[in-house]
C-alpha cells in the first residue's frame, strides 16, 4: 500500500491503540488488585530478644497452669485479613489478677473470652494486684493491655514510692511501686529463669550454682549520667507548635512530654531543660524528628556539666581511675556502681590454681578500655579487643592517663582475637563484656581452643549470657560455672546485669 493509500485508510484524528501499560490499566483492574488481601507473614522472634523472653514466661504460665499452647494462641492470619472497620471483640476492658512477673517488666493474667482462655500482658502490676485493664493489641501468644486501674493491691505494691508524675505512661520504668529490696529479689529470679530457659541441660544438670543476691546501686534514683529524649514531626513535615519531647508511651508509637526524669541525675535533668526550651524555640525549622543527646560529663572530680554534642569528649571517673571517651560512644550509665562492679570483676579474675591475679589479662569487646584499665593491677601485660578503631583508641588514651604501662590495645573482630594472643593458657584470664546479643559462635570456639584459666562474663542481657555458657559448658565439659550474680544498674526497671565466674579444671 502507498503512503498516500495508508493515509486514507487512517481517519483523521483517530489514534491508534496503546499496549495496556500499568498506568492506563482498567479501573477494575487496579480496584481489583488493591482489595486483595495480603496474608499474614509471621516475623521471625529473636529468642533472646525482649518478645522472645516474654513469649518463654508466658509458655512457663502455660505448663504450670496445665495450658496446652494451642489453647491460647491467636489466629493472626484471621486477625489482619479483617475488616479494619470492625473492632476486634476480644479488645475488651477486663477484671484481671497478676499471677506471673515476667522477666520484661509486665505483670501476666489469665483470662476468659466466650469460653477461651487469653494470656493478658499488663505493664506496672506486680504479682498480687488484681487491677481493670483495657485489651487493645492482639499477638500471637497474647494480648496486650493497658492497666486502667488498681482494684486490689499486692502486698509488694506501695504507690507511696512512686516519685514520677508521668510513670505508669513512659516506657523507661516498670517498678517504681515496689519496694527496691523486692526488686532486687525479682532481679535474682530473672537471672535464674534465663538459665533454666537458656541453658536447660546445664540447669537440669546441675552445673548452674545457686544464684547469688543482687548487688543493690548506691542510688536508686537520679543515677543516670546519659538521657535521650526525642521528639517527632508529622509526616507533612511541618510542627505547627512545640512537639512532646520525651520518651516512648508504653506500647504505643507516640511520645510523652517529659519536663524531668527522676532516674537522671540533677546535671543530665538541667540540661534537659535547657535543651526543651531551646527546641520550643526553634520547633519550626525541624523538617523530621530529632534525639536529643544528654550526658554528663566530669569537668573536675567535683564539678559536672551536662554536654549536648557528639562531638564532645566526656570525661568520668570511677574510684581511682580517669576515663575520657566520645559522648557518642557507649559507657556505662550508672557511675554510682561502676566500683563495685569492677572491683567485683578485679577480685574474680585470680588464677584458680594459685589464688594469684593472672599474668595475663585479655578484655574482649574492650570499648575504652573499662576493665581493662580498672583489673590490670599486677598483670604482666592486659591486651584489649575491640571492632571499634575509635575505641581502641580511647583504650589506648585510658591506659596512659592512668599511667600503666603493660596495656595494649587491638583493633579487630573479636572472633578473631586468640590469633594475635599467645599467652599460657593456664596463667591467663579472660573478661568477655559483649553488646545484648551476646557472643559469636566463632568466638566461643576460639575461647574453648584456647583453654584459659578464668574467665568472667559481664553481660547486659542475661538470657544471651545463658545461652553462650551452655554452649561452653557442651562443647568444654571441663569448664565450671563457680558464680552468678546480678549488678542492679537500673534501679526502677527490669534491667539486670549479669556477672558469670567460669574456671577451666585443668
Not at 496445665?66 to 485479613?81: A, L, S, Y
Not at 529524649?229 to 504505643?252: C, E, M, N, Q, T
Not at 531551646?278 to 520547633?283: E, F, G, N, S
Request: glycine residues 4%; hydrophobic residues 35%.
Amino acid at each position: 500500500m502507498s503512503s498516500e493509500a495508508a493515509a486514507a485508510a487512517k481517519p483523521e484524528g483517530v489514534k491508534r491503540p496503546q499496549p495496556e501499560s500499568p498506568k492506563n490499566k482498567p479501573p477494575m483492574k487496579r480496584l481489583k488488585k488493591q482489595n486483595k488481601k495480603k496474608k499474614f507473614k509471621e516475623p521471625p522472634v529473636d529468642p533472646v530478644s525482649a518478645e522472645g523472653v516474654l513469649i518463654n514466661d508466658i509458655k512457663d504460665l502455660l505448663k504450670e497452669k496445665d495450658i496446652p499452647d494451642q489453647e491460647v494462641i491467636n489466629d493472626m492470619q484471621e486477625f489482619f485479613q479483617r475488616e479494619k472497620t470492625i473492632p476486634h471483640p476480644e479488645h475488651c476492658e477486663a477484671e484481671l489478677e497478676i499471677i506471673k512477673q515476667s522477666s520484661v517488666g509486665d505483670g501476666l493474667a489469665i483470662n476468659e473470652f466466650n469460653g477461651k482462655k487469653q494470656i493478658v500482658v499488663v505493664p506496672y502490676t506486680v504479682v498480687g494486684d488484681k487491677v481493670k485493664a483495657k485489651i487493645y493489641k492482639t499477638f500471637k501468644y497474647y494480648f496486650q493491655a493497658e492497666m486502667v486501674e488498681v482494684l486490689t493491691k499486692s502486698d509488694d505494691r506501695d504507690d507511696s514510692l512512686v516519685r514520677c508524675r508521668y510513670f505508669n505512661t513512659c516506657s523507661g520504668c516498670q517498678y517504681q511501686m515496689i519496694p527496691y529490696k523486692k526488686q532486687l529479689e525479682m532481679k535474682r529470679e530473672v537471672i535464674v529463669n534465663a538459665f533454666r530457659h537458656y541453658a536447660p541441660q546445664a540447669f537440669a544438670s546441675g552445673l548452674i550454682p545457686t544464684v547469688l543476691d543482687t548487688v543493690g546501686s548506691p542510688k536508686e534514683y537520679e543515677y543516670r549520667t546519659k538521657l535521650t529524649p526525642h521528639f517527632d514531626v508529622p509526616r507533612s513535615g511541618k510542627l505547627d507548635a512545640p512537639p512532646p519531647i520525651g520518651f516512648g508511651v508504653k506500647g504505643r508509637k507516640n511520645v510523652v512530654d517529659i519536663e524531668e526524669c527522676v532516674i537522671g541525675t540533677p546535671v543530665v535533668n538541667d540540661g534537659m531543660k535547657r535543651e526543651r526550651q531551646r527546641v520550643h524555640d526553634t520547633y519550626d525549622t525541624y523538617k523530621r524528628g530529632a534525639t536529643l543527646l544528654l550526658r554528663e560529663n566530669a569537668v573536675s572530680e567535683t564539678e559536672r556539666v551536662c554536654v549536648t554534642s557528639t562531638k564532645e569528649i566526656i570525661t568520668e571517673y570511677v574510684g581511682e581511675f580517669k576515663f575520657e571517651y566520645p559522648s557518642s560512644s557507649f559507657f556505662q550509665n550508672n557511675n554510682s556502681i561502676l566500683v563495685d562492679v569492677t572491683s567485683y570483676v578485679r577480685d574474680n579474675i585470680k588464677i584458680p590454681a594459685t589464688g594469684l591475679p593472672p599474668k595475663y589479662l585479655v578484655d574482649t569487646y574492650c570499648g575504652s578500655g573499662l576493665f581493662a584499665v580498672t583489673c590490670s593491677h599486677n598483670a604482666e601485660s592486659v591486651i584489649g579487643v575491640e571492632i571499634s578503631k575509635d575505641s581502641v583508641e580511647y583504650a589506648s588514651r585510658n591506659a596512659e592517663l592512668n599511667n600503666l604501662k603493660n596495656a595494649s590495645f587491638i583493633v579487630g573482630q573479636a572472633e578473631k582475637i586468640f590469633e594475635k594472643v599467645n599467652t599460657p593458657p593456664a596463667e591467663t584470664s579472660i573478661i568477655i563484656d559483649p553488646p545484648r546479643k551476646g557472643c559469636d559462635q566463632a568466638f566461643l570456639d576460639q575461647l574453648i581452643a584456647f583453654k584459659p584459666a578464668k574467665c568472667v562474663y559481664v553481660s547486659c542481657n542475661v538470657h544471651s549470657q545463658a545461652r553462650d555458657i551452655e554452649y561452653l559448658l557442651e562443647k568444654e565439659p571441663k569448664y565450671k560455672v563457680e558464680s552468678l550474680r546480678g549488678f542492679d544498674f537500673f534501679p526502677q526497671t527490669h534491667h539486670v546485669e549479669g556477672v558469670a565466674v567460669i574456671t577451666m579444671d585443668y
